[in-house]
């Protein structure tokens, strides 16, 4: 399974999710790269404990 | 006369950190200002916060979703106006809004809504945030490539055993460069498609090989960044051993270069007993090791020159020292003072130091050479994207006016003979930082000023050009090499030379 996952990776053309730095994005944009761009801010009102809590119940 | 110090919080406020750095900078550099910073209330910037005086009881008690405007100032009225222009700054409409772009996702769960076929997360919030961003992403199918850094290296190990288990490649935490299947992500180059594949723990070292392999004529078919303590016991190599999976099983790839700080001798082991099954040629690069016994298909290089010289059947480095005959250096001095933007170009020029048997000395040593303190009379050798450089700054890369402070220094100092630099383009970078070094040694020359040797890591089809970087360089009498470690083995032939 692994290795089918990591080869599309590697075969395919790339598609992002953009979590950050917008410059990021841009910069794939130009390139014709597929990104989406997430409009991030802290979750959990700011704490990192809570947040990766949070992650860990798939929310 | 007392300082005063101002503090705002701005509750549930975000901006990103490059956006808050430029900002930063704007403030600090208003009359009457001694420091300045805007930053997000995370537990890890309010003691940087801290530790730079910054914070009042206001700032103190915010919230990582908080943005924090701490200012010391000279007097009242200095940090008011300058507490007026920060708030001005946060309100006027960003560029986006001005363009009116369209509405994004607030989260990763709504981005794959909109982009379901999306394959890769690539995750650069800050380091307190960056691991729960990244199982949100695994847990969703997606590959994962951590841009942030400051990450708890147990966090890192368990995010990376989860990854393994779903199949997927986490990249990082810190990892700077990634090109997959042709595309760059980060800071990286448009380099030529072909057949090495590159596992890095190094970004820098990753961006040197990619394009010296590019410059000969070679291409890469995926260089796949694992982060800087991929190969740290901690973490075991995980991410190492899935990228080498990959580039075995890639009929693009025909060889693998491995690029990495020494691993200690367990994780060592696994590597190469890993590397030894693969069916294709390897070159290992653990760059500041000694010799090590090598499986039979794996060659053993000291430099990033020759990982790249080796993945392409060239051979061992020919030293390529013609520039260094016409380089005049003033007289009575005997120390090179260098000045990395990369970490990885800052370790090969120590590697071809110490093998010089130079007395040379670092902030971030390789084995064997000892760490630069107050006392160190020999060469210096700088990475200026260390911690201690950049905590809560940009690093040099981005923001090259980092270096200013320690080069203005180093052109004073007449001990000092040669100063050596590295600029480092591509995408990620700052858009012209050969522009901005020249402008500084324009700026700041002296009739006796130390010899520039410097050498650019990039390609033609980069952002900013390679050539048109060297030409500004060359515009002001900076000696450019054609690689870092031939920008190295000029300066010290310089200094032998002379001496």
């Given at each position: 399974?692994?290795?089918?996952?990591?080869?599309?990776?590697?075969?395919?053309?790339?598609?992002?999710?953009?979590?950050?730095?917008?410059?990021?994005?841009?910069?794939?944009?130009?390139?014709?790269?597929?990104?989406?761009?997430?409009?991030?801010?802290?979750?959990?009102?700011?704490?990192?404990?809570?947040?990766?809590?949070?992650?860990?119940?798939?929310? | 006369?007392?300082?005063?110090?101002?503090?705002?919080?701005?509750?549930?406020?975000?901006?990103?950190?490059?956006?808050?750095?430029?900002?930063?900078?704007?403030?600090?550099?208003?009359?009457?200002?001694?420091?300045?910073?805007?930053?997000?209330?995370?537990?890890?910037?309010?003691?940087?916060?801290?530790?730079?005086?910054?914070?009042?009881?206001?700032?103190?008690?915010?919230?990582?979703?908080?943005?924090?405007?701490?200012?010391?100032?000279?007097?009242?009225?200095?940090?008011?106006?300058?507490?007026?222009?920060?708030?001005?700054?946060?309100?006027?409409?960003?560029?986006?809004?001005?363009?009116?772009?369209?509405?994004?996702?607030?989260?990763?769960?709504?981005?794959?809504?909109?982009?379901?076929?999306a394959s890769l997360a690539l995750i650069s919030v800050p380091g307190d945030f960056a691991i729960a961003e990244a199982r949100k992403a695994i847990r969703r199918g997606l590959h994962a490539m951590i841009f942030s850094d400051n990450v708890d290296v147990q966090e890192e190990a368990s995010l990376k055993q989860e990854a393994r288990d779903l199949g997927l490649l986490v990249m990082g935490p810190d990892c700077g460069t990634a090109i997959v299947n042709g595309t760059p992500l980060a800071?990286?180059?448009?380099?030529?498609?072909?057949?090495?594949?590159?596992?890095?723990?190094?970004?820098?070292?990753?961006?040197?090989?990619?394009?010296?392999?590019?410059?000969?004529?070679?291409?890469?078919?995926?260089?796949?960044?694992?982060?800087?303590?991929?190969?740290?016991?901690?973490?075991?190599a995980i991410s190492t051993l899935m990228a080498i999976d990959a580039l075995d099983d890639d009929p693009a790839t025909e060889h693998i270069v491995l690029v990495s700080k020494p691993p200690e001798s367990d994780v060592a082991m696994s590597v190469l007993s890993r590397?030894?099954?693969?069916?294709?040629?390897?070159?290992?690069?653990?760059?500041?090791?000694?010799?090590?016994?090598?499986?039979?298909?794996?060659?053993?290089?000291?430099?990033?020159?020759?990982?790249?010289?080796?993945?392409?059947?060239?051979?061992?480095?020919?030293?390529?020292?013609?520039?260094?005959?016409?380089?005049?250096?003033?007289?009575?001095?005997?120390?090179?003072?260098?000045?990395?933007?990369?970490?990885?170009?800052?370790?090969?020029?120590?590697?071809?130091?110490?093998?010089?048997?130079?007395?040379?000395?670092?902030?971030?040593?390789?084995?064997?050479?000892?760490?630069?303190?107050?006392?160190?009379?020999?060469?210096?050798?700088?990475?200026?994207?260390?911690?201690?450089?950049?905590?809560?700054?940009?690093?040099?890369?981005?923001?090259?006016?980092?270096?200013?402070?320690?080069?203005?220094?180093?052109?004073?100092?007449?001990?000092?003979?040669?100063?050596?630099?590295?600029?480092?383009?591509?995408?990620?970078?700052?858009?012209?930082?050969?522009?901005?070094?020249?402008?500084?040694?324009?700026?700041?020359?002296?009739?006796?000023?130390?010899?520039?040797?410097?050498?650019?890591?990039?390609?033609?089809?980069?952002?900013?050009?390679?050539?048109?970087?060297?030409?500004?360089?060359?515009?002001?009498?900076?000696?450019?090499?054609?690689?870092?470690?031939?920008?190295?083995?000029?300066?010290?032939?310089?200094?032998?030379?002379?001496?």
């Amino acid at each position: 399974m692994s290795e089918t996952k990591i080869k599309s990776l590697l075969e395919k053309p790339v598609k992002v999710v953009n979590v950050g730095l917008e410059g990021f994005s841009r910069e794939l944009e130009q390139q014709g790269v597929r990104v989406v761009q997430v409009d991030w801010v802290p979750p959990a009102g700011g704490d990192p404990k809570l947040a990766d809590l949070l992650s860990k119940l798939g929310t | 006369m007392s300082t005063v110090i101002v503090n705002d919080v701005r509750r549930g406020f975000y901006l990103d950190s490059v956006a808050l750095m430029r900002f930063s900078r704007t403030i600090s550099g208003l009359d009457g200002v001694e420091e300045a910073a805007l930053m997000m209330g995370t537990p890890a910037n309010r003691e940087i916060m801290s530790d730079a005086g910054l914070l009042d009881d206001a700032g103190r008690a915010a919230e990582g979703g908080d943005l924090i405007i701490g200012i010391r100032a000279e007097n009242k009225s200095s940090a008011e106006r300058a507490l007026a222009e920060s708030k001005a700054l946060l309100d006027q409409p960003t560029a986006r809004d001005a363009e009116g772009v369209a509405w994004h996702p607030r989260t990763l769960r709504a981005a794959l809504k909109q982009e379901p076929d999306a394959s890769l997360a690539l995750i650069s919030v800050p380091g307190d945030f960056a691991i729960a961003e990244a199982r949100k992403a695994i847990r969703r199918g997606l590959h994962a490539m951590i841009f942030s850094d400051n990450v708890d290296v147990q966090e890192e190990a368990s995010l990376k055993q989860e990854a393994r288990d779903l199949g997927l490649l986490v990249m990082g935490p810190d990892c700077g460069t990634a090109i997959v299947n042709g595309t760059p992500l980060a800071f990286a180059n448009r380099v030529s498609r072909g057949g090495v594949g590159i596992v890095g723990a190094s970004g820098t070292g990753t961006q040197e090989v990619s394009c010296l392999i590019s410059q000969y004529g070679g291409g890469i078919s995926h260089a796949i960044g694992v982060g800087g303590r991929d190969l740290a016991p901690e973490v075991g190599a995980i991410s190492t051993l899935m990228a080498i999976d990959a580039l075995d099983d890639d009929p693009a790839t025909e060889h693998i270069v491995l690029v990495s700080k020494p691993p200690e001798s367990d994780v060592a082991m696994s590597v190469l007993s890993r590397i030894g099954k693969s069916t294709k040629p390897v070159t290992i690069c653990f760059i500041g090791a000694g010799e090590m016994q090598m499986p039979a298909n794996a060659a053993q290089v000291f430099t990033l020159k020759d990982a790249a010289r080796s993945a392409l059947a060239l051979g061992t480095d020919a030293v390529e020292n013609a520039g260094a005959a016409t380089i005049e250096v003033p007289k009575g001095r005997g120390r090179v003072s260098g000045l990395f933007s990369g970490g990885t170009l800052c370790a090969e020029a120590q590697v071809i130091f110490a093998a010089a048997g130079e007395d040379v000395t670092s902030n971030a040593p390789v084995p064997g050479v000892p760490k630069t303190d107050k006392g160190s009379e020999g060469h210096i050798l700088l990475d200026l994207g260390a911690d201690e450089y950049t905590r809560g700054k940009p690093h040099p890369m981005i923001d090259p006016s980092v270096r200013d402070e320690a080069m203005i220094e180093a052109l004073k100092e007449k001990s000092v003979g040669v100063i050596l630099a590295d600029i480092v383009i591509g995408f990620g970078a700052h858009d012209d930082p050969a522009g901005h070094f020249a402008k500084l040694l324009q700026e700041n020359a002296t009739d006796i000023c130390p010899a520039i040797v410097a050498s650019v890591t990039g390609t033609e089809e980069d952002p900013q050009v390679r050539s048109s970087q060297i030409a500004k360089l060359e515009a002001v009498g900076v000696h450019v090499a054609p690689t870092n470690a031939d920008a190295a083995r000029w300066a010290l032939s310089t200094m032998r030379a002379r001496g």
